[in-house]
């Protein structure tokens, strides 16, 4: 019994000297507010489905589904696509969209997608935007939401409203008006 009261008080001792060690790691700081920014941004995602240089690829396929659709439910893409001023093809490339997106939709044309749209010219050189969203893909304007980014877009949050300019078998441009809330 005695054994066990000493045990008993070595725990506890142990237990609340642990405790005013680990006050280090709650250390709280004061807010400092800074005023948000808003930021409106325009380009173009050119997206190539095939020849000798895609940037979008199938990685994974459902052997599952029965839709005979060219795009079936559980489709997963990789995409590396170039973010440029136009539309036109040798437009001024301004960063890339790189990231996933999986067809969702049984009955429907759905991807959900998360891309990080990184920028590599400019003012945004080395700032990024990261977005992760349901996209409806046969509406003709979508919108789509921006969840984080870092540089400065750090802590933005915001929306991309998303057209397409040219959609054909092996090629995609979208439209982005962006919208951003930022630091």
Sequence with gaps: MKRTSILGWILIVCLSTAAVHGQYYSKT???DP???KV???HFFLHESLGGQNPTAVVLAQANITSNNSTVPFGTLFAVD?????GPEPNSEVIGNAQ?????AGINSTAAVMYFDFGFTTGELNGSCLSLFSRNPLIMSEREVS???GKGKFRMAKGFALVNPAV???TTVILEFN???VHY
């Design 146 to 148: 921006v969840v984080g």
């Design 167 to 169: 959609i054909n078998a």
């Design 29 to 31: 700081r004061p807010y």
């Design 81 to 85: 696509n170039p973010l440029q001023t």
């Design 99 to 103: 990231g996933l997106a999986v067809l």
């Design 178 to 180: 962006v919208t951003v």
């Design 34 to 36: 800074k005023a948000e």
């Design 39 to 41: 930021t409106d941004l």
